[in-house]
């Protein structure tokens, strides 16, 4: 079964301090991965997206690691700003089909001053 | 360039009542999609569409109806409003089936 599962659930971090969440998959066949932000009570924004070839990449302070022989995904948040409080959502796709994303439950990332 | 306009923002419905939630996206892409996000859950697809005239569904879509007669809309039917469809409704877009999603703020509907 295609599954995304994220964790943790939430984190709660002092602004200025580095994180990392995690995103475990089954999805197969693998076509790429994303990470998108969903900031309360808008729609999600991606943050970067990676195929099977790339096993790193950044956008500003989130740099997003890939594993595909363990099918694990990580993203990095340096020097956090009060600004990344929101949900962090891994989507992973299948190459076939439109009906093909597999969407992770998110963590819940709160940044404290 | 506005990508992907959702409206209304927010709805409360009566059970049993009808609406429409609207998407139109400006970007001319070809795969339009509707999903609900349920509280602790993933977004889960409702219904999608490869171009215009072409609609099927996705996990979830009893209780829904779409059409997509233009490339820029694809509106959301609920016929008979249940407190089950309590959700926040995206709308999505893409150029190409499995890449670069564009997705509007959000309907938060509620059915009581």
């Known amino acids: 079964k295609n599954q995304v599962e994220q964790s943790p659930q939430s984190l709660i971090i002092l602004e200025g301090k580095n994180c990392t969440l995690q995103c475990n998959y089954t999805v197969s066949p693998f076509s790429n991965l994303r990470w998108y932000k969903q900031d309360t009570g808008r729609g999600p924004v991606s943050l970067t997206i990676m195929t099977f070839s790339e096993n790193t990449k950044s956008n500003g302070r989130y740099t997003a690691t890939l594993d595909a022989d363990t099918k694990q995904s990580s993203l990095h948040i340096t020097a956090s700003q009060l600004s990344d409080s929101a949900s962090y959502i891994c989507v992973v796709s299948a190459e076939t089909g439109a009906n093909n994303l597999f969407f992770g439950t998110g963590t819940r990332l709160t940044v404290i001053p | 360039n506005a990508g992907v306009t959702q409206t209304p923002k927010f709805r409360i419905l009566k059970i049993g009542q009808s609406m429409t939630l609207q998407c139109t996206q400006d970007?001319?892409?070809?795969?339009m999609y509707w999903y609900r996000q349920d509280p602790g859950m993933g977004l889960k697809l409702i219904y999608y569409s490869v171009g215009a005239g072409i609609t099927d569904k996705g996990e979830v879509p009893n209780g829904y109806n779409v059409s997509r007669s233009t490339t820029e809309d694809f509106p959301l039917r609920l016929e008979l409003a249940a407190p089950s469809q309590t959700s926040v409704y995206f709308c999505?877009?893409?150029?190409?089936?499995?890449?670069?999603?564009?997705f509007g703020s959000g309907t938060r509907l509620t059915v009581v």
């Open positions: 999505a877009s893409s150029l190409v089936g499995n890449y670069g999603y564009t």
């Open positions: 970007m001319n892409h070809n795969y």
